[in-house]
């Protein structure tokens, strides 16, 4: 346990062992110093000086130098370019959704955590001073945190901050995809745990193939069409990984679709295709609220714990090291809600209509590789052939 009883500025003392470690102010990584007090206050003082702030007599003289800290910097970015891209409207090449602000928001915290008192230059940042930060997240975290990083540092460039980019510099963790595909039995059993609302949800994303984002968004008024007496769900996919504009999908609603678009219409006059319906006084403030995709996707997987426990045979997965074995799931291999993405368009594979590209009409993909890609962890279809029937020796 460390405490300040040395009476020198960030150098702390090891109650425990009499270690001494000092911290660094602007990074705040620490370094062993030793057990020699004289020689570890000695150095403290030496490296606060070096690292100290400027006073105000050469903050004066430094006027015309970049004194923008990170903090500062990321308060300019939020307010000068994200809001605005919120506020564009939906469908165009800039605008970006709340949801991505809230992920990029979340981001920021820690960040600003690790380097907000630094200023934004060339000199303060540099691969050696994200590594660090990066190296000590999972795959997906630090890939995530070094996209923020890289937008942050471009912004950067082009405020003449810094001459150039260091979170392109370091590479990209490698992510493998853990989670096992969703079968359509496990669909049915999830959809039998959740309420009425959410299984409105759950089948209107099947028929559509659409990611969670798209469906918790579906306005009456916005993203439904009747032309000659068919129902169309109108709407815009969301970007995917490639970040490419998408095409708009016109959905021709049959049968079963327009009885889920009935039951939607419920008791509750909303503006959003899936809300909250009329429930009791605790929940009154949500009444015709949307569903967001945070809330659908939390549902689907304490839905998916409950199924897990009554039903365990319904997680068995192939075995990669058994041809022809099954094994338990693991809990990082559970699917996701997304996964009722893949389960769409491969049920309409199965179908094969419009010369077998429906599945790739359904999903939105302009070629056929992507789509492909989806079905890439389904169970793997096997060859039977017969062999020696015929004698050639």
């Keep these: 346990m460390r405490t300040s009883n040395t009476g020198i500025r960030n150098l702390y003392k ?3 062992n009499g270690y001494l470690v000092y911290e660094r102010p602007d990074t705040k990584q620490r370094f062993g110093m030793g057990k020699d007090l004289h020689k570890a206050i000695e150095a403290a003082k030496e ?16 006027g015309g130098v970049n004194r923008i800290t990170f903090n500062q910097h990321c308060d300019y970015v939020i307010e000068k370019v994200w809001t605005p891209r919120v506020n564009l409207p939906p469908g165009h090449d800039n605008a970006m959704s709340a949801s991505t602000l809230a992920g990029y928001s ?3 915290k820690s960040l600003r955590q690790e380097y907000g008192d630094l200023l934004i230059n060339d000199d303060h940042f540099d691969v050696l001073r994200i590594s660090p930060f990066l190296d000590a997240q999972t ?10 990083l890289s937008i942050l540092f471009n912004e950067a460039k082009d405020r003449g901050l810094m001459k ?10 490698v992510v493998s995809v853990e989670r096992k595909r969703l079968s359509l ?29 798209d469906v918790s968004r579906l306005r009456w008024k916005d993203n439904v069409e009747i032309i000659s007496g068919v129902t169309y769900l109108v709407y815009v996919p969301e970007k995917g990984k490639n970040k490419k504009k998408l095409s708009p999908i016109h959905a021709r609603c049959e049968g079963p679709v327009l009885e889920i678009l009935k039951r939607c219409r419920g008791d509750v006059i909303s503006e959003y295709i899936l809300h909250f319906p009329m429930r009791g006084r605790a929940f009154r403030k949500f009444i015709g609220k949307p569903l967001d995709s945070g809330y659908l996707s939390h549902q689907f997987s304490d839905a998916r714990g409950r199924v897990f426990k009554k039903k365990p045979e319904l997680f068995m997965t192939e075995d990669e090291n058994q041809y022809g074995k099954m094994r338990p799931m693991k809990p990082s291999e ?11 368009g491969w049920l309409e594979e199965q179908i094969k209509r419009d010369d077998g590209k429906s599945a790739q009409k359904m999903l939105g993909h302009k070629g056929k590789e992507m ?8 169970p793997v279809e096997v060859t039977e052939i017969t062999i020696g029937a015929t004698s050639y020796t």
């Design 14 to 16: 090891n109650s425990t």
């Design 47 to 62: 490296l606060n000086e070096r690292l100290s702030q400027t006073n105000p007599i050469v903050e004066k003289i430094l």
């Design 106 to 108: 979340t981001r920021l």
């Design 139 to 148: 795959p997906r975290m630090k890939n995530s945190y070094r996209a923020v």
């Design 164 to 173: 150039y980019n260091p979170a392109t510099d370091k590479k990209k963790a």
């Design 185 to 213: 039995e496990l669909f049915m059993a999830i959809r039998e745990e959740v309420q009425s609302w959410v299984q409105s949800a759950m089948d209107l994303a099947l028929y559509l193939g659409s990611r969670v984002g």
């Design 334 to 344: 559970f699917p996701s809600w997304h996964e009722i993405r893949s389960l769409a």
């Design 371 to 378: 789509t492909e890609l989806y079905f890439s962890r389904r």
